[in-house]
């Protein structure tokens, strides 16, 4: 098993590649190109690819130096058909993780087999509870107490899969959805950086359908 740390920067031959799907402005995925160049990650972001050609995030992608691409799910009759062109474009790029940060798209299972133990999203809920849309004003409804966010691995099941970190904040009293978001995504781009440099780092351990890490560190962060 590969050491942990910034050693392996300097062999381009043990560099982990990743390319991050958005369909908007992307903050997670600019929290992920700013941490893996700030503390120096075994990895490169190889691509930064969208569905949507106003997506704000190529901006900033392209003026850090990273490739983008456009496949635009309007331009494909079928689910199906764009998930095909979409896996081409990816694997044009040899990653060794695909990283979904605010990609709009419900996934054919043929598409999640294909990247299956390699493909991450992060969901704005303490997963299992609510998947799909409308996360935090779901929570404020039901009177949860904690709300927060899951990284976890994508499966043919629409926000399943197992689960790699997840962070929690208090519900607060006169919390609307947009005060509720907010600080959630505070701790996004902290754990979804986070989660990916372990993947990187090969510091991820399967047991079943489990996922811990190899040292133990925790897979919680609490505000």
């Given amino acids: 098993m590969r050491g942990r740390g910034t050693r392996h920067s300097a062999d381009s031959t043990l560099m982990k ?14 929290a992920i190109v700013k941490a893996c160049a700030a503390e120096g990650w075994p990895a490169q972001v190889a691509a930064v690819i969208s569905n949507r050609p106003d997506a704000g995030g190529l ?11 456009v496949v635009d799910h309007k331009a494909f009759a079928s689910r ?3 998930d095909a062109e979409l896996m081409r474009v990816i694997d044009g ?12 798209r419900i996934l054919t299972p043929g598409f999640t087999a294909h990247y299956a133990r390699r493909l991450l999203n992060i969901h ?23 709300a927060g966010a899951t990284v976890h691995f994508v ?7 197992a689960i790699v970190m997840q962070a929690a904040v208090p519900v607060l009293a006169g919390d609307d959805a947009a005060a509720l978001s907010a600080r959630v995504l505070k701790l996004e781009h902290q754990i979804y950086p986070r989660s990916v440099r372990w993947f ?18 925790p897979q919680l962060l609490l505000s």
């Fill in 155 to 161: 499966t043919a099941e629409l926000d399943h899969g």
């Fill in 17 to 30: 590649k990743l390319v991050i799907l958005i369909s908007g402005r992307g903050s997670n995925m600019e």
């Fill in 93 to 104: 790029f040899a990653p060794d993780l695909v990283v979904l940060a605010g990609f709009m």
């Fill in 59 to 69: 901006a900033f992608a392209a003026a850090h130096g990273i490739a983008t691409a």
């Fill in 124 to 146: 704005p809920s303490l997963l299992p509870a609510f998947t799909g849309l409308h996360t935090h004003e779901r929570a404020i409804e039901m009177g949860c107490k904690l």
């Fill in 80 to 82: 199906e058909d764009f």
């Fill in 200 to 217: 990187v780092e090969d510091a991820l351990v399967w047991d079943g359908d489990r996922v811990f890490h190899r040292d133990g560190a």
